[in-house]
């Protein structure tokens, strides 16, 4: 739960900064430092749906009826955690690039960025459970999973939500000595 405050904590402490200072004028921020936000809130609800994939795949192994199983479950558990991983390096990669910028930034279009991420996450789950459902209900052939993922429904949404798992437009990250 801590970490879907983060970023909301964040902007929120700026947005009270600002007002109890007098500081009105705000900047608009440029399309890098909105795209940031989207994704930082993408970023944060995909790190608490890892979280609950990995539960559940570690009540799956626990309960497992065979060794075999378990070992399927155990090494679904260890990939979700390598995803986690990157993840939260991605997510480390936004609040580095945000966290000078914020203060001076308007914070309704911040949180407006915000409210969006957090849309389209919503609505890519909701797309993601009906193709799921539409896909797992046709027979089954080697190209079937593929094709029908993508002609599920609007991939546009999709594509915005991937772009944040690898933010090239943020600057490389100095290694701290």
């Known amino acids: 739960m801590r970490a879907r405050t983060d970023v909301r904590a964040v902007l929120g402490l700026f947005a009270l900064t600002a007002c109890t200072t007098g500081a009105y004028a705000q900047q608009v921020p440029n399309e890098d430092e909105l795209r940031s936000m989207y994704c930082g809130e993408v970023i944060r609800a995909e790190i608490g749906l890892q979280h609950h994939m990995i ?26 955690l390598q995803g986690l991983a990157r993840l939260e390096v991605v997510r480390y990669r ?25 849309t389209d996450f919503q609505e890519s789950r909701a797309l993601a459970d009906r193709c799921a459902v539409q896909c797992g209900a046709a027979p089954a052939t080697n190209q079937q999973p593929q ?15 991937s772009a944040c798992e690898n933010p090239l437009w943020l600057p490389a990250v100095k290694a701290s000595s």
């Open 147 to 161: 094709a029908c993922g993508t002609s599920c429904g609007d991939n546009a949404p999709l594509a915005r939500l």
């Open 94 to 118: 936004l609040q580095v690039y945000m966290l000078p910028r914020i203060g001076a930034l308007d914070s309704h279009a911040l949180a407006s960025a915000i409210r969006q991420g957090e």
């Open 55 to 80: 539960s559940a795949s570690d009540d799956a192994a626990g309960s497992a009826t065979s060794a075999g199983q378990r070992q399927q479950w155990i090494d679904v558990s260890a990939e979700l």
